[in-house]
């Protein structure tokens, strides 16, 4: 889960963490009871990046020019995601700026600081990168030591441990996938201050922390209506612009069914695995968000049972065939319980493919045929 | 074979669950020596006619136990695995999906403290074909034979077993690693055991894209692994900067992605295939040529 | 710093840990606010141990029995610890008694638990006692591994495993010396209850304890005044039956000092530890505590400078002769600085020994010809 | 000698404080090979004509030092020791006093996983006269030569080497391993390094009323120590349940007593000395003595 730039300079004051006085508005008159002096720095929050380069950030140099900004900045939509807010901050006098983060590293398997001595940047694109292995349990010496590594001084290379250290226990007592503070500021009179910062709470631990409770549904804002309503039934569903939709159990069949569907000359609609074990309640609701796709001309049901077991899968194969007779189905179902699931579907007079390439094949056939839609069109 | 044999003997933490109910049923119907099971406060009951007991110490001292696999909620699962080490397992199957990587993390570090090796989390398990199925693999798909194979994917491994029992290969070892960007056993680990283990001529590595272990693992082969290794990777299609199912198969900052690391496999030796019937060819393929002198 | 039983509950039940429903009273008339029922136990809140064989436990089975055994409490004093208040709760259907306590072992260098299968026991003196290092980082199957080692089953083995992890939590939160539950109870309804509670805060910690700020000075109730004074002085002061005052600095020496003094025939009055470094002010401060303990006939002030400055000692010398011309001082001053206290010393005719014995002996000397005052007498 | 000689490098963390800066200047003038201290942000001062670096790890690789003296405050004391140990100091000696138990006992185990020592806390540190001196010891007060003392007391163990010294015995090393109950090296550890040390050929060792370690050592020297050793106890007049200055240093439960450790030192053929000029006079008698077979 993303946060808003706002509230995650929120968790980064309550953990001492020093950030601008900041307010946030949504209308140009709330600027009046704004009382920081200008120039104001006005910023969208907004859940994409790149959100400096598409004009999301203002600076305003009296009330008049603000009002006008906060209207126009309300009204931008950048990479797809609507400006929730503003922040409303005094420009800070930048002496030099500096990125700092906390992750996991996959390959190191521990959480580690990224940091540069440049800030604002790219991080991803940028040589001039620090990547320091966190030891746990924590002790406060490492961010003095980062501190130290990034070539900082005196009083400056105290107050930028001391973030440092509270950045990376916001990190572990929120259980977050990225605590970034981009830039960090130096400011003319040295002192240091989280001008931006961005908070991924990790998506497995949200119902451990009670301060996120009740968030994940207004911060899905990236996600179609479609992928919403998975996410909130367990399912993982990715739309596409194709019109095979496929629906797997498991991440990694559900990625190779696609490319194989790719490969065969077809194009996905969209990735949902259902996961393991899923019953017939929750295959009929993946089926139906498949479905409502309408981009999509034929279903691509491939389910290798493990955990699953196939004749649930079957059961609802049949509500949903009941439900909608038209709808181009190919199914490959095979694993555990696949007898009983075969005996149920003998009546309905659908082909069972055992083998997954002929199944892929007879989908990419059947989506040549539906109707010829070209590709992208429709989509909701 | 590697990691595990018909002797191995394997306790399941969470054993009285639903789904560790389930899959401990399967487990001993498929062979796996399992000897008991552990849920605290259930100590003295019995299992599918093992023995439960409170703890994974008392467990370990009553039966030997050497592995465990664990189905608990994810948020006990740190617990459990620390008790697990505590206890003096040396190899922890870790099924549990949706654990904290902060969790994991923490578990990794404790695990090489005491040199012992986790598989997962959220992984299908291991299988020895024919010795011993400890996780929720189908064991009816696998046979015994010259394959090794690594995987990060439950249900996709199975498909290419499928497809390798069905071309008449079978498989030595299967290791699911699983699907989590922070996890035990890395591809590099089971394709050294592979290496040194003579029950297996050829090695499958099954990967996804998100994060650059598969590209590791293929520098790794070219300067380690004489055996063939034929790669496949999952996700060519996927779009960057979205999660794909697993918390580790995501395309970030132009990072992680297929063509990345098939590039890594072809560029290191690694024979490449594009579907798992592709998979068995290859294998068959390998398995007629001599191997390789490096 | 130990505290009441009743603030020790409270502590408990913040944590999580089950204690019963209590009352805590000064007056008979008080009782009749309390709705438990009958019958009440009425509990002494004391420092000292051993308050039930003092008759500081009694059982109520009517309200005018309560009250009467209310005023009969209150005017307990054990073990010269005066009955802070009492504690009223509902007498408990005991099924089973356990020890449960947390602490640090010096020989391993690390905290364990102690735990025994009999409750309410004198746990130094009993042969049932388990002791379980605890691991650190701290994970709750330390709890489960501690209630199967004690023979525990089902629900019971939950419960007790939940309190041993959460009275850890409390022993590592809070900086205790001891986290102690004796007895642990097993109702004959299978609850699981802390029947009463020990908890020795750190002295060293207490001051990153906001939750036991300003505390200290109401919890010394075991010392004397003086004892006291000295505490909050930044003082080690124990005062004893003897004659002799012993001031040094350091703890071992001022032992073994004392040692000396009983060695050559001679009885202390006290242990006095000025630390090191002490200036003048804390050593004059020091000289005083000594001089009003009226069992004292002579001062033996030994000082080996090695941090302390004997021209600090020297000052502090000066400034209390002046205050105190009639008091029988013996001064052995040896160390960093000694040519400057030996030059200030000069001019007050005081003696100076270099030899420790020698002081010693001096003292003892001094102690027996001064008004053979006997022993213990006058100790206020 | 053991632990420290002249070519000891040392740091001091907390160099620049008040109570750093003045044992500092000592130790220096002592001849003690101090190559540099430590405080955050004061990187790049001198401190007596020794650089300051930021942390201990920039000190390490600068001055090659293996050794840190530690002057912080007690709620410091734990970090500062931690990042000793991350920049591979080896040896610390902890002088801080206050510092909370739970800490210290947080350090050691950290201590032991590195393979480093720790002497103290709360402690007067180590001297090894003539060659270096690590702590707040009055140096002037010590001397070379054969006796190794091991001590938890500070002023104590000046007295007692006063008394060696006046007698014209020197040290071959003192060692105050600090009046806390929790804390580093302990008796045994320095016993067996006096054993192997060939400058030793007597040892002191200073106890006090508290814990059992005197009783663990007496066990441990019938069993392996050859060199006389000489025990002396403060607080054979403490009063039960009182702590006497040290943290450690008290009587509970009837454990502890001065006359346990007496009569243990005794049963164990430990020579007991009574005040510390008899210390002295056991030492000159037991260096006249040829070593004992055991």
Not at chain 2, 41 to 47: D, M, P, R, S, V
Not at chain 2, 272 to 289: G, I, Y
């Given at each position: 889960m993303?946060?808003y730039?706002?509230?995650?300079?929120?968790?980064?004051?309550?953990?001492?963490?020093?950030?601008?006085?900041?307010?946030?508005?949504?209308?140009?008159?709330?600027?009046?009871?704004?009382?920081?002096?200008?120039?104001?720095?006005l910023?969208?929050?907004?859940?994409?990046?790149?959100?400096?380069?598409?004009?999301?950030?203002?600076?305003?140099?009296?009330?008049?020019e603000?009002?006008?900004?906060?209207?126009?900045?309300?009204?931008?939509?950048?990479?797809?995601?609507?400006?929730?807010?503003?922040?409303?901050e005094?420009?800070m006098p930048?002496?030099?700026?500096?990125?700092?983060?906390?992750?996991?590293?996959?390959?190191?398997?521990?959480?580690?600081?990224?940091?540069?001595?440049?800030?604002g940047?790219?991080?991803?694109?940028?040589?001039?990168?620090?990547?320091?292995?966190i030891?746990?349990?924590?002790?406060?010496?490492?961010?003095?030591?980062?501190?130290?590594?990034?070539?900082l001084?005196?009083?400056?290379?105290n107050?930028?441990?001391?973030?440092?250290?509270?950045?990376?226990?916001?990190?572990?007592?929120?259980?977050?996938?990225?605590?970034?503070?981009?830039?960090?500021?130096?400011?003319t009179?040295?002192?240091?201050?989280?001008?931006?910062?961005?908070?991924?709470?990790?998506?497995?631990?949200?119902?451990?922390?009670?301060?996120?409770?009740?968030?994940?549904?207004?911060?899905?804002?990236?996600?179609?209506?479609?992928e919403?309503?998975?996410?909130?039934?367990?399912?993982?569903?990715?739309?596409?612009?194709?019109?095979?939709?496929?629906?797997?159990?498991?991440?990694?069949?559900?990625?190779?069914?696609?490319d194989?569907?790719?490969?065969?000359?077809?194009?996905?609609?969209?990735f949902?695995?259902?996961?393991?074990?899923?019953?017939?309640?929750?295959?009929?609701?993946?089926?139906?968000?498949?479905?409502?796709?309408?981009?999509?001309?034929?279903?691509?049901l491939?389910?290798?049972?493990?955990?699953?077991?196939?004749?649930?899968?079957?059961?609802?194969?049949?509500?949903?065939?009941?439900?909608?007779?038209?709808?181009k189905?190919?199914?490959?179902?095979?694993?555990?319980?696949?007898?009983?699931?075969?005996?149920?579907?003998?009546?309905?007079?659908?082909?069972?493919?055992?083998?997954?390439?002929?199944?892929?094949?007879?989908?990419?056939?059947?989506?040549?045929?539906?109707?010829k839609?070209?590709?992208?069109?429709?989509?909701? | 074979?590697?990691?595990?044999?018909?002797?191995?003997?394997?306790?399941?933490?969470?054993?009285?669950?639903?789904?560790?109910?389930?899959?401990?049923?399967?487990?001993?119907?498929?062979?796996?020596?399992?000897?008991?099971?552990?849920t605290?406060?259930?100590?003295?009951?019995?299992?599918?006619?093992?023995p439960?007991?409170?703890?994974?110490?008392?467990?370990?001292?009553?039966?030997?136990?050497?592995?465990?696999?664990?189905?608990?909620?994810?948020?006990?699962?740190?617990?459990?695995?620390?008790?697990?080490?505590?206890?003096?397992?040396?190899?922890?199957?870790?099924?549990?999906?949706?654990?904290?990587?902060?969790?994991?993390?923490?578990?990794?570090?404790?695990?090489?403290?005491?040199?012992?090796?986790?598989?997962?989390?959220?992984?299908?398990?291991i299988?020895?074909?024919?010795?011993?199925?400890?996780?929720?693999?189908?064991?009816?798909?696998?046979?015994?034979?010259?394959?090794?194979?690594?995987?990060?994917?439950?249900?996709?491994?199975?498909e290419?077993?499928?497809?390798?029992?069905?071309?008449?290969?079978?498989?030595?070892?299967?290791?699911?690693?699983?699907?989590?960007?922070?996890?035990?056993?890395?591809y590099?680990?089971?394709?050294?055991?592979?290496?040194?283990?003579?029950?297996?001529?050829?090695?499958?590595?099954?990967?996804?894209?998100?994060?650059?272990?598969?590209?590791?693992?293929?520098?790794y082969?070219?300067?380690?692994?004489?055996?063939?290794?034929?790669g496949?990777?999952?996700?060519?299609?996927?779009?960057?900067?979205?999660?794909m199912g697993?918390?580790?198969?995501?395309i970030?900052?132009?990072?992680?992605?297929?063509?990345?690391?098939?590039?890594?496999?072809?560029?290191?030796?690694?024979?490449?295939?594009?579907?798992?019937?592709?998979?068995?060819?290859?294998?068959?393929?390998?398995?007629?040529?001599?191997?390789?002198?490096?």
């Open positions: 993303n946060l730039e706002y509230e995650a300079k929120r968790i980064f004051a309550e953990a001492g963490i020093p950030v601008p006085p900041a307010a946030r508005i949504t209308k140009p008159e709330e600027l009046a009871k704004v009382h920081f002096g200008y120039p104001l720095t910023k969208c929050q907004v859940m994409a990046g790149g959100r400096g380069k598409a004009g999301g950030i203002k600076f305003a140099k009296d009330l008049n603000g009002k006008s900004l906060v209207k126009d900045l309300m009204a931008l939509t950048i990479k797809g995601s609507k400006t929730e807010s503003l922040l409303v005094p420009k930048i002496a030099r700026e500096l990125y700092l983060a906390v992750t996991l590293d996959r390959n190191r398997g521990c959480a580690i600081f990224i940091a540069s001595a440049e800030g940047i790219e991080i991803e694109s940028s040589d001039n990168v620090l990547t320091e292995p030891p746990y349990p924590y002790h406060g010496f490492a961010g003095r030591k980062l501190a130290q590594k990034l070539g001084k005196g009083a400056v290379l107050k930028v441990a001391d973030i440092a250290n509270k950045l990376y226990k916001v990190f572990e007592n929120k259980d977050l996938d990225l605590a970034e503070i981009n830039p960090l500021v130096i400011t009179g040295d002192d240091v201050v989280a001008l931006d910062g961005k908070i991924i709470v990790n998506d497995d631990s949200i119902a451990r922390q009670k301060s996120f409770a009740g968030m994940e549904e207004s911060h899905l804002s990236e996600l179609s209506v479609r919403r309503r998975a996410k909130m039934a367990g399912l993982n569903l990715v739309e596409l612009e194709g019109n095979i939709g496929i629906l797997c159990n498991g991440a990694g069949l559900t990625m190779a069914t696609m194989m569907v790719k490969g065969f000359g077809g194009d996905p609609g969209n949902l695995d259902a996961g393991g074990g899923s019953d017939q309640k929750k295959t009929l609701e993946a089926l139906e968000l498949v479905n409502e796709n309408p981009n999509v001309d034929v279903i691509l491939n389910i290798l049972g493990g955990i699953t077991a196939c004749d649930e899968v079957a059961g609802a194969l049949v509500q949903f065939m009941k439900r909608h007779p038209e709808r189905m190919i199914v490959r179902l095979r694993g555990n319980n696949q007898d009983i699931a075969e005996k149920m579907l003998s009546e309905s007079g659908l082909k069972l493919y055992p083998d997954l390439e002929e199944a892929v094949k007879a989908a990419v056939e059947a989506a040549k045929s539906a109707g839609k070209p590709v992208g069109a429709g989509k909701s | 074979m590697i990691l595990v044999d018909k002797n191995t003997k394997v306790i399941v933490q969470g054993a009285t669950g639903k789904m560790g109910s389930a899959h401990t049923k399967r487990m001993i119907e498929y062979g796996t020596n399992i000897v008991g099971g552990t605290p406060g259930k100590g003295g009951e019995t299992i599918h006619g093992k439960v007991f409170d703890t994974v110490l008392e467990a370990v001292e009553k039966t030997g136990a050497t592995c465990s696999c664990i189905f608990v909620p994810p948020y006990l699962a740190l617990d459990a695995g620390m008790e697990a080490l505590d206890a003096g397992i040396k190899l922890l199957v870790l099924i549990t999906e949706g654990m904290p990587p902060q969790d994991t993390a923490k578990l990794v570090a404790q695990v090489k403290a005491k040199d012992a090796k986790l598989i997962g989390p959220n992984c299908p398990g299988i020895t074909p024919g010795q011993s199925l400890i996780g929720i693999l189908p064991g009816s798909i696998f046979k015994s034979g010259p394959v090794g194979m690594v995987s990060k994917s439950g249900t996709l491994t199975y290419i077993a499928l497809a390798l029992t069905e071309s008449g290969l079978g498989q030595s070892t299967c290791v699911g690693t699983g699907g989590d960007p922070i996890k035990g056993l890395d590099k680990e089971v394709l050294s055991m592979f290496e040194a283990d003579p029950a297996t001529q050829v090695i499958v590595m099954i990967g996804e894209i998100g994060g650059n272990a598969e590209e590791d693992a293929a520098d082969i070219k300067a380690n692994i004489k055996k063939p290794v034929i496949f990777i999952a996700g060519q299609t996927a779009p960057p900067g979205k999660r697993h918390a580790g198969a995501i970030s900052g132009g990072k992680g992605t297929a063509e990345s690391k098939l590039e890594s496999f072809r560029s290191n030796g690694v024979l490449v295939a594009m579907t798992p019937k592709e998979v068995a060819q290859q294998a068959a393929e390998a398995l007629k040529q001599p191997v390789k002198a490096k």
